[in-house]
Nanobody, 119 residues
Framework: QVQLVESGGGLVQAGGSLRLSCAAS????????MAWYRQPPGKQRELVAA???????NYADSVKGRFTISGDNAKNTVNLQMNSLKPEDTAVYYC?????????????WGQGTQVTVSS
C-alpha cells in the first residue's frame, strides 16, 4: 500500500506563490510516476503536472511557464512550485502516484490540499 501525504496549501493573493509537497511511503512498491491534479469548485478533476521516475515532465497548458514539478526518487517526494498564481488556480490539489507492487500496477491518491487564490 502506498500512502501519500500532502502539505503546503493555503490562501494567497493573485500573483503570489505557493509550494506544494507530497511524500509517498512505498516500502515495497516501485513508483513509476507522480503527479499533481486539481479539482476546482464544481468542476472535474484535471491533471496539473506529472513527472516520471526518469524525470520526464508534463504540464497542463494552463500552468506552463508558471508551475514547476520536481521529484526526488530516493525520498519518494514530489513538489509543485506555483508562481504567478491566478484566481482560476483555486482548487483542491491532489497528489497521485503510479506504483508497481508484487502483482499489480495502480494509482494512489492523497487526500488533497486546498489552494485559494484571491483577486
Amino acid at each position: 500500500q502506498v500512502q501519500l501525504v500532502e502539505s503546503g496549501g493555503g490562501l494567497v493573493q493573485a500573483g503570489g506563490s505557493l509550494r506544494l509537497s507530497c511524500a509517498a511511503s512505498a516500502i515495497v512498491f516501485n513508483i513509476n510516476a507522480m503527479a499533481w491534479y486539481r479539482q476546482p469548485p464544481g468542476k472535474q478533476r484535471e491533471l496539473v503536472a506529472a513527472i516520471t521516475s526518469g524525470g520526464v515532465t508534463n504540464y497542463a497548458d494552463s500552468v506552463k511557464g508558471r508551475f514547476t514539478i520536481s521529484g526526488d526518487n530516493a525520498k519518494n517526494t514530489v513538489n509543485l512550485q506555483m508562481n504567478s498564481l491566478k484566481p482560476e488556480d483555486t482548487a483542491v490539489y491532489y497528489c497521485a502516484a503510479n506504483a508497481t507492487g508484487l502483482f499489480t500496477t495502480r494509482d494512489y491518491w492523497g487526500q488533497g490540499t486546498q489552494v485559494t487564490v484571491s483577486s
